[in-house]
């Protein structure tokens, strides 16, 4: 009985290269599938307790606590008893800071390392604020992040840069 395709290769020899085949196929999108969870779920990777970088207390609610770590915002609704993951859209990295508007009851800014949220009721829904690139293109974090007395968001960039927010739009001074 010949074994033989057309080609001359035998049955055994194309079955045993297209295992070879699969794996080498399957284990590239193995990683991908891998990565991309980590990436869109970082908190079901992350370490059991969660480094807390930043914490803001609600001023309407004494009860309610938000905080950021390095996966993302979590709620707490009884004095920081017990957290719940915020859903949020926008992975921003670890937030460095929370703060909560003075002039705008409920608006909450958020601040990552190379990203700004804010929310507008007290932090359940966060959306991602578009920012202006800098006069300088040099990829330099934010590092700290203050409310003015009009209640807008003033950023500092770890360049020593400085991104304000005004009526008339977003401002970067050096």
Do not use: C
């Not at 057309?6 to 055994?12: A, I, K, M, Q, T």
């Not at 794996?23 to 307790?49: H, K, Q, Y």
């Amino acid at each position: 009985m010949n074994d033989r395709t057309g080609n001359g290769l035998s049955r055994r020899s194309l079955l045993k290269w297209h295992k070879w085949l699969g794996l080498v196929l399957f284990l590239p999108l193995l990683v991908v599938m891998i990565t991309g969870g980590i990436l869109l779920f970082p908190s079901l990777f992350a370490e059991p307790e969660d480094k807390a970088y930043t914490l803001a207390l609600n001023p309407d609610n004494p009860e309610h606590w938000i905080r950021g770590t390095h996966s993302g915002l979590q709620h707490s609704f009884d004095a920081g008893q017990s957290w719940q993951e915020a859903s949020l859209m926008y992975f921003p990295g670890p937030l460095r800071q929370i703060q909560y508007s003075s002039q705008e009851p409920g608006k909450v800014f958020a601040l990552g390392q190379d990203a700004l949220l804010v929310s507008g009721d007290h932090g359940r829904i966060w959306e991602l604020v578009d920012l202006p690139a800098p006069p300088s293109f040099t990829l330099s974090p934010f590092l700290d992040l203050s409310i003015d007395a009009q209640g807008s968001p003033v950023l500092l960039r770890e360049d020593g840069a400085i991104l304000q927010h005004s009526s008339a739009g977003w401002t970067w001074s050096e």
